[in-house]
């Protein structure tokens, strides 16, 4: 068990829709990283977050948005869905705010397009 | 940008035989991190290289940096089914960017 959790587990819904992933990381880390992991795409760096603020941006498509809560939660906000987002979503965490720190992942959220 | 290449995509190996995988990249790297990812679970954390030609050890896990800090190497000794996943190699810039991964599949 990672202390990373990621609700909810699995998402399926449709073209057009708009969702919310939720990430609580580990106690203690300051740092929130969200990622996507899709078969053709490798594991993907989407957004970083530190102490609620945003830290480091990645390929992360205008379409969607994250945030960081002053209770370190993150959310992750995909909206006007494509078939192309049918991915794995993951959460990461680390105590300080340089990349260079171990990360710690949580489990996932797969969402599915149909 | 920064590229790392990681190979081999997949490799199958028979229980007790040796397993290597390789990033290489096309620029100087600060450090790199491992990471293995078993099927259907999540990347956990093996490891982080700072210096160069720095070799650290994890029980059957050996992990190499370059000496000119542009490569990096992951080998396991006599595998064992509890190997299998994908091995991510990481470097960072400002952000943490993970290697195209190799998948190690092992057969009893």
């Known amino acids: 068990d990672s202390g990373v959790t990621q609700t909810p587990k699995h998402l399926i819904t449709a073209t057009g829709q708009r969702v919310t992933l939720r990430c609580s990381p580990r106690s203690g880390d300051l740092s929130v990283y969200w990622y996507q992991q899709s078969l053709d795409q490798g594991l993907q760096f989407l957004i970083q977050?530190?102490?609620?603020?945003?830290?480091a941006k990645g390929n992360i498509l205008e379409r969607f948005s994250a945030q960081q809560f002053p209770d370190l939660h993150s959310e992750l906000n995909l909206s006007s869905l494509e078939l192309g987002d049918s991915a794995l979503y993951f959460c990461?965490?680390?105590?300080?705010?340089?990349?260079?720190?171990?990360?710690?992942f949580g489990d996932g959220t797969r969402l599915s397009i149909l | 940008g920064q590229q790392v290449m990681q190979i081999p995509q997949y490799q199958h190996v028979q229980e007790g035989e040796d397993f290597t995988t390789y990033c290489n990249s096309s620029t100087t790297l600060s450090n790199i991190q491992w990471y293995k990812q078993r099927p259907g679970g999540h990347p956990v954390f093996l490891i982080q290289?700072?210096?160069?030609?720095e070799v650290k050890k994890q029980k059957r896990l050996t992990f190499q940096f370059g000496e000119a800090k542009k490569n990096s190497s992951l080998h396991i000794t006599a595998t064992q089914t509890t190997d299998v996943g994908t091995y991510f190699c990481a470097y960072n810039t400002d952000k943490l960017i993970f290697g195209t991964g190799t998948r190690l599949q092992v057969f009893p």
């Open positions: 290289l700072v210096k160069s030609g």
């Open positions: 990461a965490s680390s105590v300080a705010g340089n990349s260079n720190q171990p990360q710690h």
């Open positions: 977050y530190y102490n609620g603020e945003e830290r």
